[in-house]
């Protein structure tokens, strides 16, 4: 406003001077970094990140009596073969630690385990059958049968006496092995009643009973697989398991539809058709004395019935996947399950609960079988989808 009321005159001399009092503008070239994108968001997080302050014991309690704070753990006790402190109703870390012995045994899914009281037998998808010391504490490989079964093996069984072992393969057949002289005693490579699928052995081995694909079991003599003693009719499902009872009086059997049958092998008749599982059976398993029989599969629920009467009596819950195999101690306190979830649980009868938990394996668990005691001390075997075969000498988690 004031440089318009010069005269125009001095205005030409202002400018000309402030033209001549000009600095020289000079050109800066410009910085070009390449930097990451995601380096801004790691230097803002920088910048903001403060120390965490620590809470005061008052708050602290705060929190605890709010019931916001964590729950203390009340449940431990300490363990009786080392002494430490564990949790109740698990197994002792440190105890399994260091007496769990654990092998690479197969190629393939290990499908079946029979013990004796001198050997375990291990079958899979292999076509041989597999047989390790139970008692010496480094359980070696004592013997091998080659080719028992070409395509494969899925289920095992054997006599309560130790004597013989009959294993079922993928082609439908039969075969029985003599454990005194580790030598096959008998086989049927292509039965004309029906492929067979589970299978289970008398006191002896005299008796071998199995199960086919239209539901059918059948009993046949252990000193020749040609003769048939008997032959009983369900209602035509798959027969997934069968066992037979420690006095050979009771065979049962679970099917695909979710139905357990009990006959009476010494009247050739049905005793009871069972309900409260509808869904596939997968293990059948009676008692040592034949009180009880034990009944699981894809419910992940174990049933208990009483054998005589045919009532349910129990229902004992806690696995998160199929059953697949079930096994009595040998006083009939405890029973031992493996599932497809990986852990093998075993349940007190008597309580009616779970008083350990083995859950150390990441695969699921085919078979499951306790060990011969040696002294008071009851251990298990477990195998399944890892190839594995675990040994187990602490079963008992307090």
Known sequence: MAAALLPSARQGIFSTLRSALAVPAFVVPAITLNIPNFLPGIWESILRAVPKKKPTYSKRRMRQLAGKALPTLINLNNCPGCGRVKR?????????????????AH????????????YVLSVSGESAVKVWDAKDPEHPKVHQFDGAHRL????????SNGNVAATAGYEGGLKLWDLERMQKKGQIEQPTDGDIWAVSLNTTGDLVSSTTHDGRIII??????????????????FGLCIDTSVDGKLTASGH??????VFNNETGRMLHSLSGLVKPIRAVAFSPKGRLLAAAGQSNVIALYDAVSGEQVANLTGHSGWIFSLSWSETGQYLLSGSFDGKAKVWSIDQKTCVATHSESEHGLFAVRWLPRIGMNEGFVTAGAGK?????????GG
């Open 107 to 118: 190629s393939s899914d290990v499908f079946g385990l029979g013990v004796t009281s001198k």
């Open 256 to 261: 695909e539809n979710g139905g357990v049958y």
């Open 220 to 237: 046949r003599d252990g000193r020749d697989l040609r003769n048939k003693v008997g032959e009983y009719s369900t209602k035509g499902s």
């Open 388 to 396: 594995n075969i675990a040994f187990y000498r602490e079963a008992m």
């Open 88 to 104: 109740a109703h698990t197994l002792c870390e440190h105890c399994v630690n260091s007496i769990r012995s654990l092998w690479r």
């Open 152 to 159: 494969g093996i899925h289920h095992v069984a054997v006599s």
